[in-house]
């Protein structure tokens, strides 16, 4: 795998979008806490964004499984690039809306970037790496996100925000040139007839597919857990700051859950070698679950960066597994739709979690409202774990294609 260019060029283009994509969102909680004190109002710009993504959505699936991939990255990757020009509008008009408009742009670039690059992974490594590969590519991100944030906290202090989005722009600039070096072998889109690409790119056929795996509809279901801390991280994040009167804090917690998420994609290969991956799952959703229970103590330093690591932790495991069995599992003529399918259903729970946590932080505060969010993904955990141990089918899939997954 280490011989393959496309591999290296994934993963490059990854670290360098990553750095942009986080020294952008340390700039957009910055601009947020000068111009928007409300908890609530901030969830409602950021929703605007994932809305316009979720819309989208059904047409990114049809364009990815019906076009050359390549050609979707290169596209989404330059509209990326662009959106940051309403940030700059933000920053020297000082109104909101241009930020709105930054963050629909934005999400409308990853609703067809994000798909495209998880149908693009299985067509450039073999099954048998793909566990390994989508650690990499998480650990990646991951290694892009401490640096990012650790550095845009730093140049807040000598730098303005102009500055910081200039950086952003840039790196989406490197990933969209990265982007050409690619070589992706895909079957000729123009070979089949008209009438053959319009039912093959019916965004509804994924559907009966699902139904059909259902190791892939239980990970699937699995991914809400996660989303459910995950949805809100920015706010709580802020709101901990505050809670601790601390602002260094963000940086920290933010690089002990990544540290620990790379710990994570590490050991997963390990851990997960001849083992049964849904178990797997629920254990790691389990630990999720505990970890956003632990901030009814984020008053407290230590508990704050504890529940951060551990979330980290259950995210570096999870993530990679989750990846490998709808890549593996799902087929490949359907993987755009599918991705972008996932992608609605993310952004959907982001959309709830989001509002719900600003209303929540607004009106209850975040001690009480992580027992909420806890509590449910325990919930989920407990239900979908009793209901897992009463289908043997599920194991029977894992098993039949138990090769696959490693």
Wanted: aromatic share 12%.
């Amino acid at each position: 795998m280490w011989k393959n260019r496309n591999v290296w060029i994934i993963l490059m283009g990854e670290f360098i979008a990553g750095l942009g994509l986080w020294i952008g969102i340390i700039g957009n909680l910055e601009f947020m806490q000068q111009y928007v004190p409300s908890d609530f109002h901030k969830s409602l710009i950021l929703f605007t964004g994932l809305l316009a993504g979720v819309l989208v959505g059904p047409l990114a699936g049809r364009v990815i499984d019906s076009k050359n991939k390549k050609k979707v990255l290169l596209y989404s990757g330059f509209g990326r690039m662009l959106s940051v020009s309403f940030m700059f509008l933000a920053i020297h008009q000082g109104e909101i809306i241009w930020m709105v408009l930054f963050m629909i742009a934005l999400q409308l670039s990853a609703a067809f970037y994000f798909p495209a690059l998880q149908s693009v992974i299985p067509l450039v490594v073999k099954d048998k790496q793909l566990l390994q590969m989508n650690g990499l590519h998480m650990n990646v991100s991951t290694v892009a996100r401490v640096l990012g944030t650790a550095v845009a906290g730093a140049m807040l202090v000598v730098m303005s925000l102009n500055s910081l989005y200039l950086l952003s722009m840039i790196a989406y600039g490197l990933l969209f040139l990265s982007t050409y070096l690619l070589n992706v072998e895909e079957e000729d889109k123009q070979s089949h007839n008209t009438e053959t690409n319009k039912k093959k790119s019916s965004f509804t056929e994924i559907i009966p597919i699902l139904k059909g795996l259902p190791i892939a509809m239980m990970a699937l279901i699995l991914t809400c857990v996660p989303l459910l801390f995950l949805g809100g991280i920015n706010l709580m994040v802020i709101n901990i700051s505050e809670l601790q009167d601390d602002s260094t804090i963000k940086g920290l917690l933010y690089a002990a859950e990544g540290i620990c998420f790379m710990v994570g994609t590490f050991l997963v290969k390990y851990i997960s070698e001849g083992k049964n991956q849904v178990k797997l799952m629920f254990i790691f959703a389990f630990i999720i679950a505990i970890s956003e229970l632990m901030l009814f103590f984020a008053d407290v330093k230590i508990m704050s960066l504890l529940s951060f690591a551990l979330l980290g932790l259950g995210l570096g495991c999870f993530f990679p597994i989750a990846a490998t069995i709808f890549q593996t599992k799902i087929p490949k003529e359907f993987h755009g739709r599918f991705f972008s399918f996932r992608n609605m259903l993310d952004r959907v729970l982001f959309q709830i979690v989001l509002l719900g946590t600003g209303l929540f932080l607004d009106t209850i505060g975040l001690q009480k409202m992580v027992l909420v969010f806890g509590g449910l993904s325990l919930l989920i955990v407990v239900i979908f774990g009793l209901r897992y141990m009463k289908t043997p089918i599920i194991e029977e899939t894992l098993e039949t294609n138990k090769g696959a997954n490693i």
